[in-house]
C-alpha cells in the first residue's frame, strides 16, 4: 500500500512540475530534444524533466541500449501521431459507401432533395462523364487523392485537359499522390504544363481511396474496391467532413519540392522498405502491402527481399522477428 501511495504522489509532483498537456512541448523539452539530436541518443533520466518528448513520440528506445532513448523526426512523429486518425478516416469513409448502398434500394421510392443527394455511379464510363461534369463547371477549387502511382497518359492528358480549363475559370487545384509518383514520367509531364501557382502537389507513404472534391459542392469516393461504383456526394455535412479528411491527409504529406522523410542512418534500408517493415509487423499480406504502398506486388517483394538480405534473415518468420528486435516496425 506504501509503494501505491508513493506512485500516486510522484506522479501528483510530477503534475506539478509538467502541468502542460501531452500535446503540447515545454521549453525542457525542446532543449532536450536538440540536444537529443546533436549526441544521437540521451539518457532515459534525463527525460524526467520533459516526459513530453514521450507523449508527442519524438524518442524510441535504444535498441541496443536500454538505458538511452534516441530521437525520431519530427515528420515521423506526426506520422505515428496521425496513424490511428488517419485509420478512423478511412473506416468512416468506408463506412458512409456501406451505408449508402444499404439505402440505394429506397431512392426508387423516395424523392430526394438533388442538392443533399448521394447518387451511387455505375460502370466507369458515367463516373467518369460524372467527374467531367463537375470539373468543367469549377470555378474555385478541386482537391484530388490518387493513390498509387501508375498512370495510363491518356487518362492524364485528359485530366490536364480538365485542369487547365478549371484554372482558366479562376480555379486552384491540389493534388495528393503516394510517393511513387514522383518518379513516374506521366505525372511528370502532366505536372510541367500547369501553372505552378495554380497548382499544389504532395506525396504521402499511405493514403485513402481515391478522392475528388469540387469547389466543396460535390465529391466523388470509390464504392466498390474494382472502382467500377462510385459514390457522387452533394450532402453538404458528407461534404464538410470529407473536406476535413482530406486536410489532415494533407498536412500529413510532403510538398513535391521536398524530400520524403528520409530513415535513421544507423538504419541499411530505405524509407520505403522501413514502411514495408512496419506493415509486415502487423501482420499485413504482400498484396495489402503493394495496395498501400501504391507499388506493385512483384515490386513489393523484391522489396521484401532486399529486407531479408539488410537483416540477414533465414526466412519470412525469421525476417518477422527481425523487424520487431530491429525497432523497424516502429514508426
Request: charged residues 20%; proline residues 6%.
Amino acid at each position: 500500500m506504501q509503494k501505491a501511495g508513493g506512485t500516486q504522489i510522484a506522479e501528483s509532483a510530477d503534475k506539478q512540475t509538467h502541468p502542460h498537456s501531452d500535446r503540447e512541448l515545454c521549453e525542457s523539452a525542446i532543449r532536450l530534444y536538440t540536444e537529443a539530436l546533436r549526441r544521437g541518443r540521451i539518457n532515459r533520466d534525463e527525460l524526467t524533466p520533459a516526459p513530453c518528448l514521450t507523449d508527442m513520440a519524438l524518442m524510441y528506445p535504444d535498441p541496443r541500449d536500454d538505458a538511452s532513448m534516441r530521437p525520431v523526426l519530427p515528420s515521423t512523429a506526426l506520422a505515428h501521431l496521425l496513424q490511428p486518425i488517419t485509420r478512423e478516416i478511412h473506416e468512416r469513409v468506408q463506412l458512409t459507401a456501406s451505408l449508402v448502398n444499404s439505402l440505394a434500394p429506397l431512392s426508387n421510392v423516395v424523392t430526394e432533395d438533388p442538392v443533399a443527394s448521394i447518387t451511387a455511379l455505375d460502370g466507369k464510363r458515367l463516373i467518369d462523364a460524372k467527374v467531367g461534369e463537375a470539373a468543367g463547371a469549377a470555378t474555385s477549387e478541386i482537391l484530388t487523392v490518387q493513390p498509387g502511382f501508375s498512370r495510363q497518359r491518356n487518362v492524364m492528358m485528359a485530366g490536364l485537359a480538365r485542369s487547365l480549363a478549371a484554372i482558366e475559370r479562376g480555379a486552384r487545384l491540389r493534388h495528393l499522390y503516394q510517393h511513387p509518383a514522383r518518379y513516374s514520367p506521366i505525372v511528370k509531364e502532366y505536372l510541367e504544363q500547369v501553372p505552378a501557382d495554380r497548382l499544389e502537389v504532395r506525396t504521402v507513404e499511405q493514403t485513402v481511396e481515391r478522392l475528388i472534391i469540387v469547389d466543396r459542392s460535390v465529391a466523388f469516393i470509390p464504392a466498390s474496391a474494382n472502382r467500377h461504383t462510385a459514390l457522387e456526394i452533394r450532402h453538404p455535412a458528407l461534404i464538410t467532413y470529407l473536406v476535413q479528411v482530406y486536410e489532415v491527409l494533407w498536412a500529413h504529406a510532403t510538398p513535391m519540392t521536398e524530400r520524403p522523410p528520409a530513415v535513421s542512418p544507423d538504419v541499411p534500408v530505405t524509407s520505403v522498405q522501413r514502411s514495408i517493415a512496419r506493415l509486415l509487423a502487423e501482420g499485413t499480406t504482400d498484396e495489402m502491402v503493394a495496395r498501400k504502398m501504391g507499388i506493385s506486388v512483384r515490386t513489393c517483394r523484391s522489396h521484401i527481399a532486399k529486407l531479408m538480405q539488410a537483416l540477414n534473415a533465414s526466412s519470412r518468420t525469421h525476417l518477422g522477428a527481425l523487424i520487431v528486435q530491429s525497432g523497424l516496425g516502429r514508426v
